[in-house]
């Protein structure tokens, strides 16, 4: 059965840091992908991660798999305080759509 | 990107009553999934709905207490029955699309159980 697991569950930063969220998952997955959610929102789609080594950039995030450790990361570049928002990262098994969620990292990034 | 609506938006339940959630795409699509997230957690996923078969369950969700309709192939509806405050919840519908394996989610339905 997968499970998967991020930390930190809580990051507070300041304006112009870097930081990076980790997500754990424990057996084999398929895809991992990582969504970004605002307060009364719902998700919002970030990366797909589909192979071992690949990496995505889009503004101040990147994540990153590697399938061999079973760990995605999604890095942040000198946090803005737009970036504030929960950050869910999540597992597939059985080549289905089924995603199996961690717990969420509420990121809040402060002047 | 898929466009997925879903009604009502929210809603205020008493315990005991039955709501139905709709979920539309605008494309057609081959699975549908119907998440939970319970205040403050993560999402849990509870049944994946496909076009002419019965839906699949996850464990802990039961046919009796979340009834699922997938008529067509852009359309999906749950049923949270017999409602209890347990239930007040975020619900979700899912789908996947294309070859990109891209899952988008619609807006959600916020219920509160009274």
């Known amino acids: 059965e997968l499970k998967v697991e991020q930390n930190p569950l809580f990051l507070s930063m300041q304006e112009g840091k870097n930081y990076t969220i980790y997500c754990n998952y424990s057996?084999?997955?398929?895809?991992l992908y990582w969504y970004r959610q605002d307060p009364g929102k719902s998700l919002e789609s970030l990366f797909v991660?589909?192979?071992?080594?690949a990496v995505k950039q889009e503004g101040r995030l990147m994540a990153s798999l590697d399938t061999k450790a079973r760990l995605s990361t999604l890095h942040i570049t000198a946090a803005v305080h737009d970036l504030s928002a929960t950050y869910f990262c999540a597992g597939t098994y059985n080549q289905g759509g089924k995603l199996i969620f961690g717990q969420g990292t509420e990121l809040s990034v402060k002047p | 990107s898929a466009v997925i609506s879903q009604k009502p938006s929210r809603d205020i339940c008493q315990r005991g009553t039955s709501l139905t959630i709709q979920c539309q795409v605008d494309?057609?699509?081959?699975?549908m999934f119907w998440y939970r997230q319970q205040p403050g957690q993560s999402l849990t996923l509870i049944a994946t709905a496909n076009q002419g078969s019965e839906a699949t369950y996850e464990s802990g969700f039961v046919i009796d207490k979340f009834p699922i309709s997938r008529p067509n192939l852009t359309f999906s509806t749950l049923t949270v029955s017999n409602m209890s405050p347990e239930d007040s919840s975020i619900y979700l519908c899912?789908?996947?699309?294309?070859?990109?394996?891209?899952?988008?989610f619609g807006p959600g339905t916020r219920l509160t159980v009274t």
């Open positions: 494309s057609q699509v081959t699975m």
């Open positions: 057996t084999t997955s398929d895809r």
């Open positions: 991660l589909l192979s071992n080594g």
């Open positions: 899912s789908v996947e699309q294309g070859l990109s394996y891209e899952q988008y």
